[in-house]
């Protein structure tokens, strides 16, 4: 007979986190790295709409630059070596491709307002736009919905394509210190401390906004009552939950098209 099998010691057991970087060079390349694998993600699960749809990075060493996808080319076939990076003024300094117009209007002025974030993510996800048209945030009906219980913000105005710096701090504005802002008539802006994080809170909000407006259309939706809603987002809401639950997504993006990372 085999002896009961003993537990392995918690100290023995692997548990992945955000990795630590000992120089500029190597975490600007883990962030670039990141925002290749999100954007492939993005043309994975269908967020592409033509050229719109945007992702950027901020730089680690040149702060008040951020990389990005280069406007025109498709989320499914950018690489690593594709990425541009752009400065305050929207010019290109690094890279041969231009960059969207409406990527430097909002997100210079997301990145410039909220020195936290390191990543900013908005595309026009279909069900993203749906529950934009209907002028709603998102309601605690489900348990993912949660982290975005009084953390996410309604942009209550559309004036067309954004290309000037003002819609983009107005935008900005309206996110507030939030993770997220519902752009009315537009679609879904998130953004994170990391790449990983901004990328999962679209995924999981664009997935919220589905199940909200199929709730609907089947019947009246029960709520969360305010308590637990805001329990659940105390233990979900965070970024460092964010990026724990991106890591599926990465593992599978990148072992399925590595060719990302060149």
Known sequence: ??????PVPADQLRFALPPQHENVEDERRHRKERLAAALRLFGRFGFEEGVAGHITARDPEFTDCFWVNPFGMSFKHITVSDLIM???DGQVVEGRHHVNEAAFAIHSQIHRARPDVVAAAHSHSTYGRALSALRELLEPITQDVCPFYQDHALFDDYTGVVVDLEEGRRIATALGPHKAVILRNHGLLTVGDS???AAWWFITMERSCQVQLLAKAAGKPVHIDAAHAEET??????DLAAWINYQPLYQQITRSEPELLG
């Open 233 to 238: 987002r105390e233990r979900l809401g965070s």
């Open 1 to 6: 007979m085999s002896p009961r099998p003993e």
């Open 86 to 88: 752009v400065n305050h």
């Open 195 to 197: 790449v990983d994080a």
